[in-house]
């Protein structure tokens, strides 16, 4: 699975070789695909409807994008429309600017949150892992260093080169995801509690 970027808003979409990167000024929210206009999305967050504009530059992931692509080329088109590869319904997380709220990614992912919720997400090293937990360490900013333990479970998404699926039946996370690994990690909280619905490495620790 292949990020894809905007040519034309909501028109024609193809693929680029880097991922995403959310930087300081933007925020991330998570949702249900309500809509989708020319020049922008509709996201339902928790109980509120949030409008993000979309550009050239929007950067959208979604699973079966690379196999639109080349369908798209083959047909003589520049790349497929964006809704070829996302769909009103579906659980996506935007990041965006906070200054007009322009949607710099759009990712299609597992759930949009228990209840509604907003997910949170958090992206650091992986420090420790186990079938039954994850432990990341990243930076909060400042040169201040944050860690965090969460919970793994047979609900846990993982997606990483080689694993795109639940860890129901398919073996433990441990199977895909090492110490040392970047990751990106949604979790629901509940009290102290951090549960991981969706861990993605964005990249494997360097080899020694």
Avoid at 95 to 119: E, F, H, L, N
Avoid at 133 to 145: C, D, N, P, V, Y
Avoid at 158 to 173: D, M, N
Avoid at 178 to 192: I, L, N, Q, Y
Wanted: charged letters at 20%; a positive charge; proline letters at 4%.
């Amino acid at each position: 699975m292949r990020p894809v970027v905007l040519a034309l808003p909501l028109a024609v979409i193809a693929f680029v070789a880097t991922s995403s990167h959310v930087t300081a000024q933007e925020s991330k929210s998570r949702g249900t695909l309500t809509a989708m206009a020319a020049d922008s999305i509709t996201v339902k967050v928790a109980q509120t409807e949030m409008k993000f504009a979309v550009d050239s530059k929007t950067v959208v992931e979604a699973p079966g994008g690379g196999t639109k692509s080349r369908a798209a080329q083959a047909a003589g088109q520049a790349g497929p429309k964006l809704s070829d590869v996302l769909k009103v319904g579906d659980a996506v997380e935007v990041s965006y600017t906070d200054a007009g709220r322009r949607a710099t990614s759009i990712r299609k992912v597992s759930s949009p949150g228990s209840g509604g919720v907003p997910g949170k997400n958090s992206s650091g090293t992986v420090t420790a892992v186990s079938a039954s937990s994850l432990s990341i360490e990243g930076s909060s900013g400042g040169g201040a260093k944050f860690t965090q333990t969460f919970v793994i479970d047979a609900k846990t998404h993982v997606v990483a080169r080689g694993a795109s699926k639940s860890l129901a039946g398919g073996g433990p996370i441990t199977n895909a995801v090492g110490k040392g690994d970047h990751v990106d990690v949604a979790f629901e909280e509940s009290g102290t509690t951090l549960r991981a619905t969706e861990v993605r490495v964005m990249s494997k620790a360097p080899t020694k």
